[in-house]
C-alpha cells in the first residue's frame, strides 16, 4: 500500500521530524518520505491502513492532512 498525504503547516525540518514520527507511529507503517518542498508525505506499508487513520494522526501531530 502506498498512500500520499498533502500536509499543509509543514515548513521546516522540525516540522518534518513531526509528521514522520507521528506517521511512523501508526500500527502497519514501514516507511515514511517527507517531500518539504511539495507539502507531502508519502506512507509505505504492506498491509491496508485507512488512510483517515494516517490523517488524523497528522492532525494530533499539529498539522491539516489531505489524500492527494
Given at each position: 500500500?502506498?498512500?500520499?498525504?498533502?500536509?499543509?503547516?509543514?515548513?521546516?525540518?522540525?516540522?518534518?521530524?513531526?509528521?514522520?514520527?507521528?506517521?511512523?507511529?501508526?500500527?502497519?507503517?514501514?516507511?515514511?518520505?517527507?517531500?518539504?518542498?511539495?507539502?507531502?508525505?508519502?506512507?509505505?506499508?504492506?498491509?491496508?491502513?485507512?488512510?483517515e487513520?494516517?490523517?488524523?494522526?497528522v492532525?494530533?501531530?499539529?498539522?491539516d492532512?489531505?489524500?492527494?
Amino acid at each position: 500500500m502506498k498512500v500520499t498525504l498533502v500536509v499543509n503547516g509543514m515548513m521546516c525540518e522540525h516540522c518534518k521530524a513531526r509528521v514522520d514520527s507521528a506517521l511512523s507511529a501508526v500500527a502497519g507503517v514501514e516507511k515514511v518520505k517527507i517531500d518539504l518542498k511539495k507539502k507531502t508525505a508519502t506512507v509505505k506499508s504492506k498491509e491496508d491502513i485507512p488512510t483517515e487513520d494516517l490523517i488524523t494522526a497528522v492532525k494530533e501531530a499539529g498539522f491539516d492532512a489531505t489524500a492527494e
